[in-house]
């Protein structure tokens, strides 16, 4: 069974820093695909970011990096230059591979806000 | 706007009624799925559709039913259910069931309350 671990239920950043959400998961398989994903206070779940578990290069999407370590089984979100827009609450989640549909599991979740 | 629209956003019912949530998009994706989330909880995974067929139900009570009608289309029929079930339901597609990094697209939910 696999598993996805936030332990950071809240984070408060100052608008323009740096920030890093921690996501670790533990998971037999060898192959998995770790996603993060941002939702508003409106509810809609909006994808950010992807990592294939053979990917060997650091994916980015603009201000998004995810920082992938597959020996320590963590893939931590690091949003750059933060902006009060990026307050939201934000999921890291993980989908098995080798299966007839996707089942994607959640983390528990990061409530991010940026302060002005 | 996201391109999975969910109707309605919002939905008020007793527990003796019989209601219905839609799901439709239009991007040609082959997987459907229903959430569930409740208040300050992650999305739980209630059903999987791949192809128009039922591939996951993860132990669902039967007061809910899902329909997938055609490609496009997912709905969840609600009976009979309980106060309890009062949260958000979240449909996602995604392109291809078998694709290793298609991401789900999410709707903007369906806020549930049952009195």
């Known amino acids: 069974a696999q598993k996805i671990t936030q332990t950071q239920p809240g984070m408060f950043v100052q608008e323009k820093e740096a920030v890093t959400l921690d996501c670790t998961y533990d998971t037999s398989d060898q192959s998995y695909g770790l996603f993060w994903y941002k939702q508003p206070s409106s509810g809609e779940m909006i994808f950010l970011i992807y990592q294939g578990s053979y990917d060997e290069q650091n994916a980015t999407e603009g201000r998004y990096s995810l920082n992938f370590q597959k020996a320590r089984k963590s893939a931590n979100l690091v949003i750059s230059a933060s902006q009060l827009g990026d307050s939201a609450m934000y999921f890291c989640a993980m989908r098995e591979l080798g299966r007839g549909a996707q089942k994607l599991v959640f983390g528990q979740g990061t409530r991010l806000t940026i302060n002005p | 706007d996201t391109e999975v629209t969910q109707t309605p956003k919002h939905l008020v019912m007793g527990m003796t009624n019989k209601k219905s949530l839609k799901c439709e998009q239009h991007m040609g994706h082959r997987a459907m799925y229903w959430y569930k989330q409740k208040a300050k909880k992650p999305p739980e995974l209630m059903f999987v559709y791949s192809y128009e067929k039922l591939s996951i139900n993860e132990s669902v009570p039967s007061r809910f039913s899902p329909e997938c009608p055609n490609s496009s289309l997912l709905n969840l029929h609600l009976h009979a259910l309980q106060p309890e079930d009062s949260a958000l339901y979240l449909c996602?597609?995604?392109?291809?069931?078998?694709?290793?990094?298609?991401?789900?697209?999410f709707g903007e939910g369906s806020r549930l309350t049952v009195l």
């Open positions: 996602a597609s995604s392109q291809d069931p078998g694709q290793p990094n298609g991401e789900l697209f």
